[in-house]
């Protein structure tokens, strides 16, 4: 999410999402913070989405009533998966929606907002383009260029050198491929490879990708249809999507190619392509299912064939493997990634980049999109090809860049930007305490020690009682248990003997807590979360 | 870790550790499971080791005691590296080490056992070649073939030709690699990327690799000696072999070459490196401190250069790049796999592989080392080469082969191979309930419910107190708490006005459980532990 101010004026360019890394422990979502514009609404002129990916328009379900629901501006296919997201919130009715095209163009406050075609993993992806008093500012959002694209829509390059000779002031360019040499493969590579594993298939074929991939759809379908195979859709986004694109004129399928996942089992093996959801390994998507033998509908015959038509992401590639590994131990043969040409990716190699450079020749550079390394990598791209390096800016999340007329850009102020994160339906009230506490019960468990005492001697009324989850299995560890029940009783009495008044029950919990976390480590070296209950009588 | 039999003979080859998954919570080590060989213990010949890396040598410690201390052989690296560990277990003197070398042999019940050096990412690697009454068994360990070394000692590929003269019943072979074509480049390659890097250093120079890859510190050390530079060493484990390295005979450095530790921070910038672990992101690793600004001796300074010669093991990416992007915000210049040839594998990639079976022409071929994807295209690739289908296995761990003289081989039967968790000092108390335990309470924290009833009445004598950890934060969530209060007292209520009899305090747990579970998932869709405390009084 970014947010640009001319004046008075504020409009903020796409609201997306992030999933949790292995340390946000139980988090569902993380969404932008907004701390920076809650005292702001009223200037918020418009959002201007890029496409429809999660994220770039995932976390508007959340932001959107933060920042009271400003007007949203987004092509027609990106609109369409935003308002399935209200929906699904039941906040549509509240919201604004305005659908653009490319090479229209909108009024907001200062701005002068328009939209240019590029090329992306989903159809419909827009730059969009900010004319205002002082200059032009392009964010490219997600983008390649495909000279082929399966849709036929090229990325538009004469408006991009348009704006190039009109004169663009900033460009805040896409960054994740910068270490990928060379030009991005046009996505009909894939055709060929398809029509190849295709036609060697004894069986069924299994296709997983992503549901907002479309095109890779369109390609599934239009190879099918050419090899006399019906197409079935499964996993529940998939089948959302996919509906989605047929209605809004996204995807051309011909009648009768589509069937029912029900009659799935009813089609012979090899007049069957079933594309499904799950090639990140997410855990509860389909492919996932069928890789443990734990889908409803599809399970794995020796002889099917699987296409993972995508790559790992970071950080997804143990659950990627796995379920490879899980689908050739059920005799499927396998295809993907690295083994044949079965994705290419939606994003700009250098090659590309620089095109981009070279189209816009824009006077200041803010990299965008990817980790540092890459922002860093695309800005020393952009000084290979002439930009001034005190011209361009590696921002991190939550920098404040002010740029002037002239060209002069810098870092001047750092916004609130932590992560929020979404569990369950809270939004935010799971903070660093909570994860901490989260850590460290994951990795030890807890000792719940609950202790009975006299309110007036101090003296314990029975033996303390111990629940342990995630520490070590109760039954298999009395022993260690008994004396853990013991030293909690020998701390105590030391204490009660020592005082010779009333009880500090924070002290007794305390030393509850010191004893037994001390014992338990000279035990076993573990250090399970400890929580005392003392109830007196 | 494999066992192999014949008659009454029992050896074992390599005794290796795994680190655990994301799944694996608080499970500091994986080790194989010796149930299969508790009651054959008096069979076992002895345990022979292919190489000193973790995953081979790691679970000796604790899986010598558990099968009775037989005889370990191995080379002399591999033997100093295993004796640090036994010494550091406090059972090296109970333990019968005995040294080897490449060409030499033992007799271990019917097996005549001996080594054929090889290539692999650690010097003094061998393979283990099993003479047995119906024929030779090859297990190559960890392998590949490097013609220009580091230390000059090449894989000893006449002795594999020869034992392929002599007829090989089966060869258990490393599949890793197995989805990379071509031949491994020789590590030779890598010290004239050193070359080029350190000549253009303006700063210090960070090397970080694998503590065990003696080689690659061996080439660091020969450019900083060319050119003029200091060694120092940072990390435990990284000066602990370095020194022994040294001792052995297996590094070679020059006197006044080695800098010390405390003495970084006086050698000029552009006359050190430091060779430091940390090349995996490990969280305590040297490296990840130092990206962390958290070294008690090494910060980043601008102009430093940070070299990560090593690749990213699958599901270590995320935290590679995160001290990659950490470095890089601090200034310093990054080197690492992908931008610059920086690392190589030590594995056989698919000509390899070839060569290894063209040399041993094995009747029978077992791939070992790898995922399950890897061990089927190795048994692929083997019939590509005239290996018969039904000659080749691809098993999973725990499955038993049987083979005999005619080169018939089966999967005969399954022995118990769950994983063995060790967590702190406690080897297989954590199982698979605890780890279910931990993954809840990792995912939605813990409430413990505490009630103090009346024993006749079951009327309840306080208000129920809530203890929340790792679900919400108390402080900001009193509401919350104080309506998940009244629901307690609510079903409690109830529950004493419908019985007119003693209380079932299992039932009343169960209630406050269930009662409790289903308000907090209305309230905010998550499912923390919940723990029920009654003291009955």
Request: charged letters at 20%.
């Amino acid at each position: 999410m970014m947010v640009i101010e001319y004046g008075a004026d504020i409009v903020i360019v796409d609201g997306g999402l992030m999933f949790p890394d292995d340390e946000m422990l139980g988090v569902d979502l993380v969404i932008p913070d907004t701390t920076y514009l809650a005292d702001k609404l009223d200037r918020i002129r418009g959002v201007f989405i890029t496409h429809g990916h999660e994220d770039h328009i995932g976390g508007l379900p959340f932001l959107l009533p933060q920042l009271g629901f400003p007007p949203v501006f987004a092509t027609k296919l990106t609109l369409g998966l935003i308002t399935v997201k209200l929906r699904e919130r039941r906040i549509l009715d509240r919201a604004t929606l305005v659908e653009v095209a490319p090479g229209t163009h909108t009024q907001a406050g200062a701005f002068d907002v328009s939209f240019v075609r590029i090329n992306h993993s989903i159809p419909d992806a827009v730059a969009v383009v900010l004319r205002t008093p002082i200059g032009v500012v392009i964010h490219t959002g997600d983008y390649k260029f495909d000279f082929t694209p399966v849709d036929g829509l090229r990325a538009d390059i004469g408006a991009l050198a348009r704006l190039g000779d009109e004169g663009v002031l900033a460009l805040c360019g896409d960054s994740t491929r910068v270490e990928s040499p060379g030009f991005t493969p046009s996505e009909q590579v894939i055709t060929a490879t398809f029509e190849e594993i295709f036609s060697k298939a004894p069986g069924r074929i299994i296709v997983a990708t992503f549901a907002s991939l479309i095109s890779r759809v369109q390609q599934v379908i239009d190879v099918a249809v050419r090899q006399g195979r019906q197409v079935a859709l499964v996993g529940r986004s998939m089948v959302n999507n996919v509906q989605m694109a047929i209605e809004l004129g996204y995807l051309n399928v011909p009648v009768g190619t589509l069937a029912r996942a029900e009659d799935i089992n009813k089609i012979p093996a090899n007049k069957l392509v079933i594309i499904c959801t799950g090639s990140q390994g997410e855990p509860t998507s389909a492919l996932t299912k069928i890789a443990n033998g734990d889908h409803w509908l599809v399970q794995i015959e020796r002889g099917d064939t699987v296409i993972l038509s995508s790559t790992p992401i970071v950080g997804n590639e143990r659950a990627v493997f796995r379920n490879i590994d899980n689908l050739m131990r059920q005799g499927a043969l396998l295809h993907y990634q690295g083994k044949a040409q079965v994705h290419v990716s939606g994003h700009a190699s250098r090659e590309e980049l620089k095109l981009m450079l070279a189209l816009t020749r824009p006077t200041c550079v803010i990299p965008v999109h990817g980790e540092y390394r890459m922002l860093s990598q695309h800005a020393d791209l952009a000084v290979s090809m002439g930009v001034a390096p005190n011209r361009t800016v590696v921002a991190q999340d939550g920098d404040i860049i002010e740029l002037n007329a002239e060209g002069d850009i810098k870092i001047v102020d750092h916004a609130p930007c932590g992560n929020v994160y979404v569990d369950g339906t809270g939004v935010g009230d799971v903070g660093q305490v909570v994860l901490r506490d989260r850590r460290a019960l994951s990795s030890d468990g807890v000792l719940v020690v609950t202790l009975t005492v006299d309110a007036e001697t101090g003296e314990p009324l029975a033996r303390p009682d111990i629940i342990s989850r995630g520490f070590v299995y109760e039954r298999e560890s009395e022993a260690l248990l008994e004396a853990a029940r013991a030293r909690v009783i020998q701390a105590l009495q030391k204490h009660t003997k020592a005082r010779g008044g009333p009880a500090d029950w924070n002290y007794v919990k305390n030393k509850i807590r010191d004893t037994l976390s001390e014992f338990i480590y000279e035990q076993n070296k573990r250090r399970p979360m400890i929580l005392p209950v003392v109830v007196e009588v």
